[in-house]
């Protein structure tokens, strides 16, 4: 028995290949990957440093993201478990993969193996690319990790090239995965649905795979945003403890796969979603994929959520950081019940209450079809001339008079049954041969993958902006999913169709930034439904949600500013009782939640009262005395309104010499008296602050309108007295 087992063993032996360097093709023909000098790779940011190893065998693989060594080269002669950097189906892999592809002949394996390296720096950006190959197949994979050195974020994506000259189909094609290594982890991720966009839900990964992801075709944000913090522990922590935040730069479906592996380590695959969507990759062609953004904290969640606020600032988002003007939106105060009168008066009141735009929304077109509900007429953009005879360009010269900009509400990529444009063009509908058209909303999608449609729907923009001279703000709107997709455009080709609909979107807004570079323009997608790193490259803010009601908000806007700043969150005054929630809250309320970000108002100004008015006028005077720190400021959140009776967090200007603090009191505190005490952050703390209080006569702390030291601030001496429900306040700090 024992010479067996000798034997055996030596058979074994001798038939594995030393060090994978032959790689069996067909049984006995064998490809010759030759073996290369190990190396280690650092992909580096002002604090943080991504590790990659090529081996002698030109595997790439993950060692480790965190916070920066001085020395990773150490990691040269490393043994341990390690990941590939990125995986493809095929060879040893027995899990999820990074890429999976199928060749002309059927099979499908592939094995990416190290072929070149480069680096190069620009504009605060160090890019790493590392080249891979499959030495039998011949396809290509370039990893390419842009580290925006001052943010400490780390962008990923793949660029696949099949240089054989037939196509290859791709089955899978994540943007990047990131190994993280420790003993807990604790995701936060965000779902929700319409007019509850950004809720936050928090569990701790077990072994196995956690899913998050969309398959609405448009609207991809609605029910789960593609982003998430996972902090290394049992506990979420916001001020402390490593945390790795992520979010994906794609307005489509989106597949982001969390993979407790059996050695207990976590694999983060994130890209598109793979779901109808096996990619035709022509020979010669190159795919690349979207941009993962990857950020590391030793300062927990919140440190996480400052680095991408930053990055989101200075790249991420179009115009990122400019203060944005506030505005009244005609939406919720009139809806589609509006003609000239009833415009100019509420023009009329936003220039006396010191907004700074109008911005005109949903009802203004339609001519054969005139829209007066939400039943017709998109596709047909032509002004109403029953509603508006004077034309459009009268209500923007009428605003413009009056010292305001004027915006407009489109939402191109779209077209309701009743209109002109389905009875002329029914064949650019998204649509599965014989089946029903389901309507949602009364209305269908229009095929973005057809670039004649592209060309007609940024036709739509162009037109639009003609409108009137001087244009300044347009609302792009999207307000439904994809049902029966499919595209008559595509023919056979209809796994193109969900990537080549956001393609088609972007390259839409590519032809808009070059025609209209300083037109600002907002991402809606019925609420919050297309907040993404993708869209935001070419808009300037987004619609955070159509729930106005500020105690809806407060978890929506919590949620959102995990991930993304508050320069691009619009956030408006409405009526009471709340149109969706039914909630009513103080006007108070309202504006100090709506102050934290860009403010707006979304009302018929006519209908507040007097005293409303003033207090109006004053939040609005006030706001634009301290808007500056929101917009550009760093977000230190204070407490957790899932886990506290109180939600404050203030914003604080980089030179620490400025700050503004929000407080919520969400239920009845029925112990009086006392105040709360809220140590707040990121100040300075040898410099003395003065504190006032915004927008009311009697201010609820007792040290309003004094100067204190920083620390004595952040060790627990100011404690404002909100004890009622929905009560409120804002605080300003300067330093002296
Ligand atoms: C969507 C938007 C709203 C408003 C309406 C108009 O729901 O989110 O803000 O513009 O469409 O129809």
Known sequence: MKHIAILLAALLAAAAPSEARKVKKFVHETVEIPSVEPQIIAV??????????VKENRRVELIRYGSKLRSPQEFLGYEGVTQEA?????GTLLTENALHVKYPDGNHGTELRFTSFSTKSAGGVNTTVIGLKDYVTGLEVSLVYDAYVKEDVISARAVITNPGKKDVELENYASSLMRLEGDDFLLTHFHGGWACEMQTSRELLDFGTKVIESRRGTQATQTENPSFVVSLGREFSENSGEAVAGALAWSGNFRIAFERDETGRLNIFSGISPFASAYPLKGGASFETPE????????????????????????????????????????????FSFDTSVLTGMIDDAAAMGLEMFVLDDGWFGTKYPRNSDRTSLGDWEPNTDKIPEGIDHLASYAHGKGLKFGIWIEPEMVSGVSVLAETHPEWVVQSPGRELYEARWQWVLDLSNPQVQDFVFGIFDRTMQLAPGIDYIKWDCNRPVYSFGSTYLGPEQDRFYVEYVQGLYSVMRRIREKYPSVLVQCCSSGGARVDYGAMKYCNEFWTSDNTDAISRVRIQYATSMIYPACAMASHVSAVPNHQSGNVTPLKMRFDMAAAGRLGMELQPKNLSSSERALADRCIRSYKGFRDVVFGGDLYRLSDPYNSDYYAFMYVSEDKTKAVVFAFCLRYQNRAGGGHPFALRGLDPSRKYLVTEQNVDSSCWWGDGKAFAGDFLMGGGFNPVLLQTNSSAIFLLEAR
Request: net charge neutral.
């Open 44 to 53: 580096e940011t002002a604090n943080t440093q991504l590790t990659l190893s």
């Open 86 to 90: 990125y995986p493809a189906a095929g």
């Open 292 to 335: 993962m953004l990857w950020t590391f904290s030793a300062e927990g969640a919140g440190g996480a959520s400052r680095n991408l606020h930053r990055w989101a600032r200075n790249y991420g988002i179009y115009g990122g950081g400019a203060v944005n003007p506030t505005l009244l939106n005609s939406w919720e105060g009139a809806y």
